[in-house]
């Protein structure tokens, strides 16, 4: 569970930062980030749809992704929003390609927040 300074609660929060953010897709997992300026930790919200499964794998596959965005809260920088979409495949693979893909996906897309703001 993420503790709760650390939740992306609000719809119009996801939304802008899914249309404004950084996107970075892998196979299992899409993450969007955006650098909100403000002095606050980092929060993070995700976006599991019908096509991933029933409720039931719907929320595990939710939970399973809540586990290691809490595991590298540390790693995003403050004040950032980090939008977590599950890809159809998600729900059948083990938790190590989970992490893997989890790891890349959000290396790649804090190293693009960072390449914009340098320009």
Not at 43 to 64: I, L
Not at 76 to 99: D, F, K, W
């Amino acid at each position: 569970m993420l503790p709760p300074r650390n939740r992306l609660r609000l719809t119009r929060e996801h939304r802008g930062t899914v249309r404004h953010g950084v996107r970075s897709g892998g196979r299992y997992v899409v993450v969007h980030v955006l650098d909100t300026g403000h002095d606050r930790p980092a929060r993070a919200g995700f976006v599991v749809g019908r096509a991933v499964g029933s409720a039931v794998t719907r929320n595990a596959v939710r939970r399973r992704l809540r586990h290691l965005v809490r595991e590298r809260l540390g790693r995003l920088p403050y004040g950032s929003l980090v939008v977590v979409r599950a890809q159809t495949e998600a729900a059948n693979i083990p938790s190590a390609l989970l992490s893997r893909d989890v790891d890349a996906v959000l290396d790649r897309a804090l190293s693009r927040r960072d390449e914009g703001e340098r320009s």
